[in-house]
């Protein structure tokens, strides 16, 4: 099957394109105009390539943190900075912990640049959404950064949507926008290639949701419906692609790949389920 590398810098986008291995990426941690200088060597290297494998890949795909609202006004509500940095700390937590807990301070200090700046009050988190690292805001903010990400190179964008405090319905109502308008408007913008995997991300993330919901619940009491039901029309159904990714740490922890990600430790807690199952 197609196999992907996992690269945040020039040299390791342009072992990938040379060995003719997918790229993904982490734009959460890059801001999208050094994410597009990235992808530039990428593809140069592809022009060379020479596959390490039966599969040449030739496909950008890219991780980050995806939220719509109908007003930015709800950013508050649903706790939405807080949850963008919930997400940075425990990615540094974990790695700082488990992969450079060898490192210096200084070099760990490198690494999570953004802790100590926080710490010191010298960090502004809606950074995050203006340099374009995130899609957040209104359905129609939501849809111009993702033809940003078109216009990049990005074959496919893997959306994280259940992510940090968000509640369970702000992440529902999320889905559903951007089932009912981004898409369509993709689709009629001429961005199709982001369309359908825009549409077969969220679908996959649906039926995660559905069933850690119906873990969560446990055998005592029968969902309402099934989760197919609480798809929106237009929504394909999750299947697996067949491709596999090379492993690494910074994939497990991140749910580089939909199929590898599970919501189990999601937003919602067990009072919540039992009465969404009521």
């Known amino acids: 099957p197609p196999c992907w590398l996992a690269a945040s810098s020039h040299e390791s986008a342009r072992f990938a394109g040379e060995n003719g291995l997918g790229l993904l990426c982490f734009s959460i941690m890059t801001p999208l105009d050094k994410l597009s200088e990235i992808l530039a060597v990428y593809k140069e290297g592809q022009s060379r390539a020479k596959p390490l494998t039966g599969v040449h890949t030739n496909k950008v795909g890219t991780y980050t943190l995806v939220h719509g609202t109908k007003s930015r006004a709800d950013f508050e509500r649903n706790k939405l900075w807080e949850s963008m940095w919930w997400w940075y700390t425990t990615v540094a937590q974990f790695l700082l912990k488990w992969e450079l807990n060898l490192l210096s301070p200084e070099a760990q200090d490198?690494?999570?640049p953004l802790l100590k700046?926080?710490?010191d009050g010298e960090f502004d988190i809606t950074q995050f959404d203006k340099?374009?690292?995130v899609i957040v805001g209104t359905p129609e903010e939501c849809l111009a950064k993702f033809l940003k990400y078109e216009e990049a190179g990005v074959d496919q964008v893997l959306c994280y949507v259940n992510f940090g405090h968000l509640t369970h319905e702000a992440v529902l109502e999320s889905i559903s926008l951007l089932g009912d308008y981004v898409i369509?408007?993709?689709k009629k913008a001429g961005a199709a290639r982001t369309a359908r995997n825009l549409e077969s991300s969220i679908a996959a993330q649906m039926a995660k949701c559905r069933s850690s919901l119906s873990r969560a619940c446990g055998r005592r009491r029968r969902l309402v419906k099934p989760w197919k039901s609480y798809l929106k029309?237009?929504?394909r159904e999750p299947r697996r692609t067949g491709h596999s990714y090379i492993p690494s740490a910074d994939c497990a922890m991140n749910g580089?790949?939909?199929e590898h990600r599970d919501l189990t430790a999601g937003s919602i807690s067990?009072?919540?389920a039992n009465q969404f199952a009521r």
């Open 256 to 258: 580089i790949g939909i």
């Open 184 to 186: 369509p408007e993709l």
């Open 117 to 119: 700046k926080q710490a």
């Open 110 to 112: 490198k690494a999570f």
């Open 270 to 272: 067990i009072d919540e």
């Open 233 to 235: 029309p237009g929504f």
């Open 131 to 133: 340099e374009d690292m």
